[in-house]
């Protein structure tokens, strides 16, 4: 078939919308739909058909409402099957971008439309696509996007659980500096987030420093020196703060030149955590598997952060590393790590000629990766069974846990709604859902699955195809990593003693499809 041109015009020869797929100038197309919309008053054209032959052209159309049509121009020589088939797609397409059909509500959605009919035929021929792609295209959705906002989130709620952190520990520090008595001079004392030393007291939260000098000499030196941190000018702020430290029993001596140059040139202060060694674990899966459960590509990627939060000896720490492991991880360490003493040992320690860790900072010092086949290796499996029954599709949509051990926290799964089709009729669930009408998706929450729900399972009912409900797409967190692994002790080099450690992990979801 060759399709000339698409339009949307009113009975009384209006144009709202037309699409030109051949060479063919403003006064012919005019002239066309001129005539189409005469043809519609003749006497011949009030019969039971949608198309409308003359001797150039062929007019296949639709009503939309008591006003408007949607017209394809064709050739005579095409296919009147594929002509109707053409049709209708192009009537779902106004019907999806546009709430009510309407002249006004056309005229809004005009570029959506035509960018819509651009995906439905190339150079006068129809493309092989279906409602899904064309939305999908429309859309633009990158897959390179999804994992950028994913990660701003997630920093979002790093920063966020940071920020609590340091305000519970500036309070106990309060409160263990109260029982003692006072701040004395030669006292040592830090508070997360700040500038610890002798007899200096600041906080990232207050976001000021005390000093005896004048203002005008913070702005001084400010003009010069770095733009990291700026001390608030007013004395009368400074003089509040001082007051309520005061009140706490504590006394505040002066900050020396040094110190105030030191606190303008240092913008921020790593996160002191409660125990002298931190460890973080950060591990992401990518799993991608068909609706009959094989898997076409699952990979584990994950890393393991070291963080000194004190400098007594062990800027040079060592661990030791048990691994549970029995599938075939690829482990990788740091370059600044001793790579003989790691594959005979399982010590991560610093090589004899490397760099000590620094304080406070997060430090890589292993990473790994899991690729496989199995569907033996899949955590969570979805099983999505919609099958045909008449004007509605019945869609029933399990999930199992296949790891017992394992504890997923905030799941949400995210089955496609066909468009144009309603809210679905939800008879069983386990857990939340919600409808997104924007995106016509239906949300499946869970707060937790773990051993005492491996299983779930919900059922709902909608008019539409098998195709319409996938791809399935999941996200969940987790505190247990998927490679199995032990810290057995974290030791002084220098000193060879054990050093208490805290250790934190964390499991995300990079993409999670079921297609």
Known sequence: MVLLAAAICSKQGKILVSRQFVEMNRSRIEGLLTTFTKLLESGDSKQQHTFIETESVR?????????????LLTTTASNILEDLESLRLFSRVVTEYCSTVSEAEVKDQAFQLIFAFDEIVALGYRENVNMTQIRTYIDMDSYDEKVFIANRKAQEREAADIMKRKAKELEIARKEQAKKGGIGRGDRVSFPGGISGSGVVTSDIQNSAVS???????SSQGKTGSRG?????KARNVETFVDSIRKEGGDVSTLSAKSTRTATSQPSVAVKYS????????EKINLLADRNGGLEQFEINGVLYLI??????????????????????????????????????????IKPEGKPYLLGEKTGVLKWRFASTDESNI????NCWPSDGGDRCDVNIEYELTQPT???????ISIPLPTGSGNPVVTESDGDYAVDSKKRVLDWHLAVIDSSNRTGSM???IPGLQDDFFPISIQFHSDRPLMQFSIHDVIARNTGEKVKFSSEAELTVERYVIQ
């Open 59 to 71: 007019y296949v159309y639709q009503p939309m409402d008591s006003s408007l049509y949607t017209v």
């Open 212 to 218: 005896d000098s004048k203002p005008s000499a913070y």
């Open 229 to 233: 941190m700026k001390l608030t000018p």
């Open 275 to 282: 125990a002298p060694v931190h460890i973080l674990v950060q």
């Open 308 to 349: 000194v939060n004190e400098t007594d000896g062990l800027e040079n720490t060592q661990m030791q590393i048990e691994s549970k492991e029995k599938r075939n991880f690829q482990m990788q360490v740091h370059p600044n790590i001793d790579k003989k003493l790691f594959s005979q040992n399982s010590i991560i320690a």
């Open 379 to 382: 955590p969570l499996t979805i």
């Open 406 to 412: 394992l504890s997923l926290s905030d799941v949400t």
């Open 459 to 461: 059922e709902f009912s």
